[in-house]
């Protein structure tokens, strides 16, 4: 597990605090040879003048917050290895970059020349208030939790059916956050708990278990259940709740490495029975 803080090089790279996408390419290919091609393949369908550079001038311009988000970020990572190992019984080779991306995500776990990497997009981490060491810590251990899936489970499913598509997402996103509550030691812990969110995930669980389920019937997208750019009455996130508590629920009856081998069949038949007793 390595540890790779560019936050010198974001402040070195933009004296004026001001983005300029050739500074920008420069800079983040000091970090990795290529990984400019990546970032902006993944974010050419945002619009760069509208909706990336006014998030990343307001961090930028946000000494307070770039600060806060660096300290935290140090702290987070110190003797990640061993409380990873800890619960785990596993490493992972895995590279934790904190960077300054093009609103690629507030964490991403992806693979960077062949290595397994977190990237921890600053930008977007201040635009959402991940600044504090709690929100820092969880969103790697998170991020983390993807990639401790992918090395020990069946962690891809390649499909064109949106029933299956959703299902998957909703398992995954619920190994990680399992992973992250098992990292934080607290297994009512959400990440997205702001303004009420668990409490009313928690009052309107049996109606969005049959709402998720009923979209999963008509091949119709779950996509308002994920994401910080996306709400299902409001709230944002909800399919992380529903799928921590499917894993839950799952943990009754198979090992956590069981869980993360499970294929679709399974998953969709355990989920169908999840929705109709919530149990």
């Not at 996103?173 to 668990?198: I, P, R, T």
């Amino acid at each position: 597990m390595r540890i790779i803080d560019t936050y010198d090089k974001i402040l070195e790279s933009f004296p004026k605090r001001e983005f300029n996408l050739a500074q920008w390419r420069s800079y983040i290919n000091s970090i990795s040879i290529g990984l400019s091609q990546k970032l902006e393949d993944d974010a050419k369908h945002y619009d760069l003048d509208n909706q990336v550079t006014p998030v990343i001038n307001a961090a930028l311009s946000n000494a307070s917050k770039l600060e806060e988000t660096h300290a935290s970020f140090i702290q987070a990572t110190q003797q990640l290895r061993e409380r990873f190992i800890e619960r785990f019984s596993c490493d992972l080779e895995v590279d934790i970059i904190l960077y300054l991306g093009l609103c690629n995500g507030a964490g991403w776990a992806t693979s960077v020349n062949g290595k397994k990497t977190v990237l921890l997009g600053i930008e977007k981490m201040i635009e959402l208030n991940w600044c504090d060491l709690q929100s820092v810590s969880s969103l790697i251990y998170h991020e983390l939790g993807h990639l401790w899936h992918e090395q020990v489970g069946n962690f891809k499913h390649s499909t064109n059916k949106q029933s299956e598509k959703s299902i998957w997402q909703l398992y995954q996103e619920g190994v990680a956050m399992y992973c992250e509550q098992l990292m934080c030691n607290d297994f009512s812990f959400y990440h997205q708990n702001k303004e009420g969110w668990l409490e009313w995930c928690i009052k309107n669980k049996e109606a969005l278990l049959h709402e998720f389920m009923r979209r999963v019937e008509q091949e119709e997208s779950t996509q308002p259940f994920f994401g910080d750019w996306s709400h299902y009455q409001g709230y944002s996130d909800v399919g992380y709740y529903l799928g921590c508590e499917l894993i839950k629920s799952l943990l009754t009856k198979y090992s956590l490495t069981e869980v993360a081998n499970l294929n679709i069949g399974v998953i969709t038949r355990e989920f169908k029975n999840y929705a109709r007793n919530g149990e």
